[in-house]
Nanobody
Framework: QVQLVESGGGLVQAGGSLRLSCAAS????????MGWFRQAPGKEREFVAG????????NYANSVKGRFTISRDNAKNMVYLQMNSLKPEDTAVYYC???????????????WGQGTQVTVSS
């Protein structure tokens, strides 16, 4: 079991950057697959990025490849999402998620944070 708290959201201009953080608690954190999801107004929640326990395997949605980078620091129980070249369509509530499986998948995550708002102005 793991508890997650996101931070780092805010308002940025198109083309700007933002770094989201997810603080996790739980002794088993280092063995969890971690992911980021987002939900824009009027749209369904969608997978953004995922990373396995060692950080050696990642998975990205096509819409963010080359712009976003997911990383983790197991010693600090932290997961990050570096967001560059932001676009207005990136505007959404971003959620940190954890999966107790060992394979990075865009679905099946069991634990969720409360979310942090990211707004990208045109």
């Amino acid at each position: 079991q793991v508890q997650l708290v996101e931070s780092g959201g805010g308002l940025v201009q198109a083309g700007g950057s933002l770094r989201l953080s997810c603080a996790a608690s739980g002794r088993t954190f280092s063995r969890y697959t971690m992911g980021w999801f987002r939900q824009a107004p009027g749209k369904e929640r969608e997978f953004v990025a995922g990373i396995n326990w060692s950080g050696g395997s990642t998975n990205y949605a096509n819409s963010v490849k080359g712009r976003f980078t997911i990383s983790r620091d197991n010693a600090k129980n932290m997961v990050y999402l570096q967001m560059n070249s932001l676009k207005p369509e990136d505007t959404a509530v971003y959620y940190c998620a954890a999966d107790d499986a060992v394979v990075v998948l865009p679905y099946g995550y069991n634990y969720w944070g409360q979310g942090t708002q990211v707004t990208v102005s045109s």
